[in-house]
């Protein structure tokens, strides 16, 4: 089964359903809705609010990780973690915009939005998403896309996982796996607000090919990312690594960049203007994670998908095993940002959770889930 986040792990689950068809989801769904006891689809496992983890039934989809493409489009089993989606797609030449952790579920992942080392040149995850195969919460078996339930898959597009179904299978368009620029880049800490003040100005109006994200650490400031990082250069890094390999090496490269191990905590928010650099916390120990928003993630309109955050700039992630840190330097930067936050970047400590992560899309987003679940069988803190 997957691996959840250390900071879940003591939850003990009553049982495990380990699903390898959508009959096997519909049975479990059966029971908890014949005994009342919570049940909660997992993926890969890794939702920072740990809500794949639950004291009753865990549906695992894990045994479901096919990846097949047939016809230009790919599908894939919900149980897929990002490593057998990247493997198998390349094997086409193919790949997708999704996110950088190998063990990161494409279930949850695409549910929430999913953003990536090529998003803004094709979007997010779920904007290449056409069609997927849903178990809902009365145990029936829907096949949704742009004609087929409709409102289920714009929904699908951006909410969050565990909202509406347990999704068995995903149909997607694939991109091209193509040779690409690879680059990381390091400065000492202390040329951080000069890295970020020129990060801020060039990256969410690049190219759609580039895509920079910006690591400060206590230790040093890293930036890495597709695309050419020309603009960077004459910044005079202390390192500089820049070579072309296949997509799927790149991906792989960067598999293994976070440096804060065990429980940590996260907080995150969207900009769309610059912070200014005297906002900047001194980050002994911690990391602050810049991704660039804009290109085509910006192309789409905020109500096409249920995906509210298109007119974003960028997206600051505060990590730290501190928890205090993470909060003070949250509250310090929050004033500056949208207010919007990324469903797939769960907060437990939002006062308006359903209004950052949905904004103009909520009303909709709660009248399909009083269609699709009206007992409110898929429920956690912050659900829909
Ligand atoms: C190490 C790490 C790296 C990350 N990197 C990125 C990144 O590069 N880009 C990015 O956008 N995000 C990233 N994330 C965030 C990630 O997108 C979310 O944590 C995502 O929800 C994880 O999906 P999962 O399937 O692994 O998790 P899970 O915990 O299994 O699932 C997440 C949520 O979706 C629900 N769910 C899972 N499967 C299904 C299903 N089949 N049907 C219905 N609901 C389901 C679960 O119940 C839960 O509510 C990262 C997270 C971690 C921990």
Same mark, same amino acid.
């Given at each position: 089964m997957s691996q959840v986040l250390p900071q879940y792990q003591h939850l003990r689950p009553l049982a495990v359903v380990s699903c390898?068809?959508?009959?096997?989801? =519909?049975?479990?769904?059966?029971? &908890?809705?014949?005994? @009342?006891? $919570?049940?909660?689809?997992?993926? @890969?496992? $890794?939702?920072? =609010?740990?809500?794949? &983890?639950?004291t009753g039934i865990v549906l695992d989809l894990g045994p479901m990780n096919d990846v097949s493409v047939h016809d230009g489009l790919a599908t894939i089993g919900a149980g897929a973690t990002l490593a057998e989606v990247y493997a198998g797609l390349d094997r086409h030449g193919l790949t997708l915009p999704a996110g950088c952790g190998p063990t990161v579920g494409i279930a949850g992942l695409t549910l929430g939005g999913g953003l990536g080392l090529l998003g803004r040149r094709y979007g997010l995850t779920s904007d290449r998403l056409r069609a997927a195969e849903v178990v809902l919460p009365d145990g029936r078996t829907v096949r949704c896309s742009d004609d087929l339930e409709p409102d289920l898959f714009w929904a699908l597009r951006g909410a969050g996982g565990g909202q509406f179904g347990v999704v068995t299978a995903l149909t997607f368009e694939p991109v091209p796996a193509e040779p690409t620029t690879r680059f990381l880049l390091t400065w000492p800490r202390v040329r951080a607000a000069e890295v970020l003040a020129r990060w801020q100005e060039i990256t969410p109006d690049a190219p759609d090919e580039l895509s920079a994200n910006l690591k400060i650490s206590a230790r040093e400031v890293t930036l890495f990312g597709a695309g050419a990082p020309d603009d960077f250069l004459d910044l005079a890094p202390a390192t500089a690594d820049v070579s072309t390999l296949p997509y799927l090496e790149l991906k792989q490269s960067f598999d293994d960049l976070g440096d804060l191990e065990g429980q940590v905590t996260s907080r995150s928010h969207f900009f769309r203007r610059p912070i200014p650099a005297d906002v900047l916390p001194d980050a002994p120990g911690q990391e602050l994670n810049f991704t660039p928003m804009g290109g085509a993630y910006n192309r789409t309109r905020s109500t096409a998908t249920a995906f509210v955050h298109r007119n974003e700039r960028f997206l600051v992630e505060h990590v730290s095993t501190d928890a205090d840190w993470v909060h003070r330097t949250w509250t310090a930067l929050h004033e500056h940002s949208s207010g919007g936050v990324y469903p797939n970047f769960p907060d437990l400590f939002l006062e308006d959770p359903l209004r950052a992560y949905h904004g103009e899309n909520l009303q909709r987003l709660q009248e399909i889930k009083r269609h699709y679940d009206p007992d409110g069988l898929l429920r956690f803190p912050q659900s829909l």
């Open positions: 390898s068809t959508p009959d096997d989801v =519909a049975n479990g769904l059966a029971w &908890s809705r014949e005994s @009342g006891i $919570h049940l909660t689809p997992r993926g @890969g496992g $890794h939702c920072f =609010a740990g809500r794949s &983890s639950t």
